[in-house]
């Protein structure tokens, strides 16, 4: 079995159960950006499998949801003998509706952190502004969404999502990278209309 990443909270689960498994943690030292670091990683999955045969790749919640890696992998493989079979699992997105009691149907704009400075105007739906993973991440994701929605508009800060300590904290966008607990299992969500959640 190969990981993406083994800075994850269900990896213990895997150690204790015994299963062997390595990941790909070092390509992350040496990579110059994400989209480089994704494809390093799907070239070398292919590689992997056309040299080793069949085997496990395992990423944090669903792999189709803010995966990256397993789309360029389908990507790369079309070309190839390699056979990519895609199993879903649940992702953050499902805990989250469930948590603020709200319908997805209705409407979810759902975007990656990295992406945030390319919005030019508010979207027509709630925002989901996942993988705010350190302070600068955070502060470029709040510049950005204060020019969409001002300085006061609250937002849930979103952390640890499902684990017994799981924080969901209402704050104007202003307070977004003043936050102590920054990490890789951080989201923040923007209602469409100003806040409609009670604060937990």
Known sequence: MVLRTAIHPTVEEIRSAGLEFSTYDNFYEQAGSFEELYSAIAKDLLRRAQEEGDFLYAV???????????VLLREMAQDTSVEVKILPGMSFVEVMYTRLGIDPIEGLTIIDAEDVGALRERPLQSLVVSQVYNQQIASDTKLALMELYGDEYEGLYIHNLALPDESLRKIPLYELDRQPDIDHLTTFFVPREPFFIEKP
């Open 60 to 70: 944090p919640g669903s792999p189709l949801v803010a995966e990256r890696t397993v």
